[in-house]
């Protein structure tokens, strides 16, 4: 437990402040650390459909998946739309040339499409986040982890939560230890969070939205993170694994630790899109 504890908090102490001077830098390099990050992610879903022995055309679907952050970041989202059926007609495309019938062409370019665009495209929304609503590089980054926050807040508050109060299962097919209460906590702590970030640490977004849309903001967002961790609890009960990877020590994957952020950073550009 100790040993597991200590490299949590390596990966962290590495990690975290990698990821804030990123954001902070922005442009480029932040596109191509979401690209990094959707190509790792898509990597570990194809590792996961692997263990059950289905196929997963592994380079094309690392190729979709990093484009939509660039994209994002150098041309109109229009293009995105354009990346996408390019990439569809791709994939089943070299699925067609390159798998046999007996092993499933068409699933295998459905998993191989599905995943690419379920990981780039969801995180490719940060890249608006971070480059959207800020007038400063300050600004811009605590846009971007506004999500992040609220995803963390959200998912202690449904651990401490299930733990102390936690009777009726959430989801018991997909995730047994989920439970209401947790959700219920989770979705008390969104709101409450958005609160206190928009008053103290982010003002202008404070000012834009007030209370009212504050709590909105958290309840939408928090509601987000928690489907999106059911999302990836049935992805690794359907395959099978405990974990997405081992990449991070004492984490787990990659998507182990992104699966809410990949529904709550979404939720949080859609949310202030819309309002805009």
Known sequence: MASDLGKRLTVAAIGIPLTVAVT????????????????VATWEIARMFGS????????????????????????????????????????????????????????????TFGSAVYVGGLISFGVTLREGFGATAAEGTLYFFLPVALTWLADTAAYFGGRAFGKRPLAPVISPNKT???AIA??????????????????SLGRWLGVPGLLA??????GAATVGDLAESALKRECGVKDSSNLLPG?????????SLLWSIPAACAFLLVLR
């Open 24 to 39: 902070y830098v922005g442009g480029t390099l932040f596109a191509i650390g979401l690209s990094v990050l959707a190509v």
């Open 52 to 111: 059950r022995g289905d196929r997963f055309l592994l380079v094309p679907g690392v190729v979709l998946a990093a484009s939509y952050p660039l994209l994002a970041h150098y041309l109109d989202w229009g293009y995105a739309w354009v990346a996408t059926v390019v990439g569809l007609v791709t994939v089943v495309g070299l699925g067609t040339m390159k798998v046999a019938p007996s092993d499933r062409p068409f699933q295998t370019a459905a998993l």
């Open 180 to 182: 209401v209460e947790g």
């Open 186 to 203: 989770a979705l008390t702590a969104g709101p409450a969070g958005a609160v206190l970030y928009g008053l103290l640490l982010l003002p």
């Open 217 to 222: 903001l958290g309840l939408f967002v928090a």
């Open 251 to 259: 984490h787990g994957g990659l998507l182990d630790r992104m699966d």
